[in-house]
């Protein structure tokens, strides 16, 4: 396989920094370097330091916000920008997470502001996308991710589609312990795939890193993973402890070395 596995832990409002420490003393060691696959943790804002500390001068695990501004500073109430992310060793961050849009009324156009903030830093988005049950069994999925991916990607060039993750989260699998088939998440990432063909061609779309998300966890990760447009995980429950996170990136781990 050409495109490397990406495998993100979404820990959402969990842990604080003591347990941040705890999970990177329990998870760390399990690595001797770099395992082939990239292996990313998105803790809340108030553990990046602590976090970004623990991770300086190792290369196994890479280092994530869950929400930025799309503004570079100024008098923004309660946001966070992509240079402070950076001052503390953030790398990736999570934008147009389907919990900011149902919860915090986030749209393409303010999600496609932050993913160009972003690039514009040097931060590399975590872009998530994905129906709802209601949008699914009403046959609107190909409808849904279309909008997103072209809203949320406005504007975007070839260097910064190549720089972005895009997750697949089907909103009804998120938190629910109901996963995607591994032929649902196949069939809706090659859709993604040809989405992102028709906005940049299809060479550019074949170099670009699809996760699956919800309710991924170790017993599922290794069929979800074997399907040809599944390139990694974003995962939240399962992700929370070092034991059944490693579990996942194990499974991704055995992928990328057949
Ligand atoms: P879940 O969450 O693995 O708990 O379903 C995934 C996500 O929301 O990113």
Redesign the pocket.
């Known amino acids: 396989m050409s495109r490397r596995l990406i495998i993100a832990a ?1 820990w ?1 409002m969990n842990k604080t920094p003591a347990e941040t420490a705890a999970f990177l003393e329990d998870f760390l060691p399990r690595f001797s370097g770099p395992c082939g696959v990239d292996v990313v943790i998105a803790p809340t804002f108030v553990c990046l330091p602590k976090a970004g500390e623990m991770l300086a001068g190792q290369t196994a695990v890479s280092l994530s916000a869950q929400n930025m501004s799309a503004e570079s500073s100024g008098a923004f109430t309660g946001e966070i920008s992509a240079d402070m992310l950076k001052s503390v060793g953030v790398q990736y961050v ?1 934008l147009g ?3 900011r849009r149902s919860l915090y009324g986030e749209t393409d156009a303010g999600i496609n502001s932050k993913v160009k903030a972003a690039l514009a830093s040097g931060l590399l988005p975590i872009l ?1 996308v994905g129906e709802t049950l209601e949008e699914r069994d009403g046959g609107r999925i190909e409808e849904v991710l279309t909008t997103q991916l072209t809203g949320s990607l406005k504007g975007i060039d070839q260097s910064g589609i190549e720089k972005t993750v895009i ?1 697949y ?1 089907p909103v009804w ?5 109901r ?1 995607a088939t591994p032929g649902q998440a196949q069939e809706a990432q090659a859709f993604v795939r040809k989405v992102l063909g028709d906005l940049y061609g299809a060479a550019t779309a074949a170099n670009v890193r699809i996760q699956y ?5 170790p017993a599922n990760a290794a069929e979800l993973i074997s399907q040809p447009d599944v390139d990694g ?7 929370l402890e070092a034991e059944s996170f490693f579990g996942i990136v194990q499974a991704g781990i055995d992928a990328s070395a057949t």
């Open positions: 979404n959402k999570i997470h389907s919990e998530c997750a989260e699998a998120i938190g629910t312990g996963t998300g919800g309710s991924a966890k995980f974003l995962v939240g429950g399962a992700s």
